[in-house]
Every structure is written in structure tokens, then in C-alpha cells.
């Protein structure tokens, strides 16, 4: 996975941000857990070409800003058993999120 | 809109045999294991042809991965998805044939058995899921 150069972040660190919840066609780059879900941008990666597009064998441009988001483990299970300050930080694409609504 | 733990995969919307977190599969096992020799060349020739001008993307193996059946994806073992992967996509990248990889796997077998080595007549599935340009054009 090579940084290139791309499209300016639509996000910033603090942002709130939420997972889109359309269902994969193919190769997918959201783990189910999170769709829908809402969390916090931690970082900002860089730009990278779309692996949910390379796995066609296709450019995967224009490259997707790549970012570090961080959401509770409270949110993302209903039965979760540790610490309410538990947190789970995952890589998402920008192309799965979209602004929070609450 | 947060989720079960244990969900089972069948009752997922979409084709997601690899996306288990939060599914309870016990202990990891963390005991280290020697790699046979198959599996070293396995990874070695992965590393080669997924690199910036080989045959293919790491995302497309992948995406050959994902397309394993449940069963299918529980009872194989890692480096055996890197196999079959590494063979769906050669053919799907047009480096070789299904005819060479066949008469070539006929040749080996038939060298092996000749040297009274227990040879497996099983091929190992192609997969509902094998990517084709003419057909898929999402």
C-alpha cells in the first residue's frame, strides 16, 4: 500500500463521523460491526488507491483519504461486558463515512 | 443500531465468511508452528506477483478469500486460502490456463505416485465465486 497523492481530507481529527450502512457488493473494506455506527476521527492516513477497487484488478483512482477512527465498545455491542471506557480504533476509507447525524 | 454478539454469519445481509469480529471463536491459539516448505513457497510467490508490477493486488487475493463457502472457509487452513487464491487469480489474470495448471498437476502426480508418495486425486474447488470481467461489471 503506497501513499499517493490526493483529494484534500473531508474529515479532521475530533470530527464526528458516521459509518455508512449500505450492504458490500464484493470486496469490502467496513467490517460489519461498525456500519452504522458513529465514532471519532483520531488520524488522518493520506491518500491511498481504493482496495475495495484494486480487488477488481481496476486503477483504484481517484485515491480514497484513508482515516483512523475511534468508537466505543459500548456502542458497537449491546452485550459488551468490560470497561464503558473501552474503545476500538479501526481504519475506514473515506468513501464508508459520512458526517454524524447526532 | 449496535449489533449481537454471536451473530452467525449465514444471517449477515451480505457475502461476509471472513468478517467474524465479535463472533466468539474461543482462544487464539498462540503456540508457534514451524511452516512446511509448500507454504514458504507459497508466500513467496504471493509477495512476487502481488508487488507494484506483479499479476495482481494483496486486495484481490483477498477478495478470493472472501469468496469462500463458510464450510469451505472454517476447514482450510491459512496458507491453503493463499494457494487457492494465488491459482484462481493467475488464471483470472490470464498467466496461465486451467488446461496448463491441469496437465501440470496430472505430470506432478503422476511422478509422485511413481515414487510410491500418497498422491491426492482431489482438486481443490474453483468457487461459485471466481471473478470474471464479462459477467461482473459492477
Known sequence: MTMQTGAAPKFQPGERVRVDSRPALGHC????????????????????RDPE???????????QNLYKIRFKQTDLWLDYTGSPNDELEVDVYENWLLPATN | MSQKK????????????????GLDFGNVDMQEHDLAFWERRV??????????????????????????????????????????????LLVEQGVISRDELAAKLAESRETMR?????V???????????????????
Not at chain 1, 477497487?53 to 485515491?63: D, E, K, N, T
Not at chain 2, 477478495?63 to 487464491?85: F, L, M, N, P
Open chain 1, 29 to 48: 473494506r467496513a467490517p460489519l460491526f461498525i456500519r452504522g455506527q458513529t465514532g471519532t476521527v483520531v488520524t488522518v492516513h493520506g491518500t491511498f
Open chain 1, 53 to 63: 477497487r484494486l480487488a477488481y484488478h481496476q486503477p483504484g483512482l481517484p485515491p
Open chain 2, 6 to 21: 454471536n451473530e452467525l454469519r449465514s444471517t449477515a445481509p451480505d457475502n461476509t465468511v471472513h468478517d467474524v469480529g
Open chain 2, 43 to 88: 508466500d513467496a510467490m504471493i509477495v512476487i506477483l502481488a508487488n507494484n508490477r506483479g499479476a495482481f493486488k494483496i486486495d484481490a487475493m483477498r477478495r478470493v478469500i472472501e469468496s469462500y463457502g463458510e464450510q469451505q472457509y472454517d476447514a482450510t487452513t491459512y496458507y491453503e486460502k493463499w494457494c487457492r487464491a494465488l491459482r484462481n
Open chain 2, 114 to 118: 511413481s515414487a510410491s508418495r500418497d
Open chain 2, 120 to 138: 491426492s486425486g482431489d482438486d481443490v474447488p474453483w468457487n461459485e465465486g471466481v471473478w470474471n470481467e464479462e459477467t461482473n461489471n459492477s
